[in-house]
């Protein structure tokens, strides 16, 4: 049973930085889809990066500022969201899903059937 764990939200001025880490209680680099949600406040929840095997795609809104990687040490299974040059459309609930299905292709939400609990990022 894949379980994730979501951390290091919080509040930031407009032009900072924050980390966010996804633990994943089983991961595998070279097969598994993950991938990076943000929901705003009042809005559907959008993908923000797709990541497998080292190959990585972000939505147009955060090319340039949001760089996902990937623990070095194997055996802690973390995948981490670096948010710089933060704005306040950033703000919100930001989720770690997984697609244990083959595939990596699309952020459509029913594609991911593995999802963590989310952590806030407020942007002000």
């Known amino acids: 049973h894949v379980q994730l764990v979501e951390s290091g939200g919080g509040s930031v001025q407009t032009g900072g930085s924050l980390r966010l880490s996804c633990a994943a209680s089983?991961?595998?680099?070279?097969?598994?889809?993950l991938a990076w949600f943000h929901q705003f406040p009042g809005k559907e929840r959008e993908g923000v990066v797709l990541?497998?095997?080292?190959?990585?795609?972000?939505a147009d809104s955060v090319k340039g500022r949001f760089t996902v990687s990937h623990s070095q040490d194997t055996a802690k299974n973390t995948v981490y969201l670096q948010m710089n040059s933060l704005k306040p459309e950033d703000t919100g609930m930001y989720y770690c899903?997984?697609?244990?299905?083959?595939?990596?292709?699309?952020?459509?939400?029913?594609?991911?059937?593995?999802w963590g609990q989310g952590t806030q990022v407020t942007v002000s």
């Open positions: 899903a997984m697609r244990t299905s083959m595939g990596c292709y699309s952020f459509g939400t029913e594609h991911f059937n593995v």
């Open positions: 089983v991961y595998t680099y070279s097969s598994n889809c």
């Open positions: 990541t497998r095997a080292g190959s990585s795609f972000y």
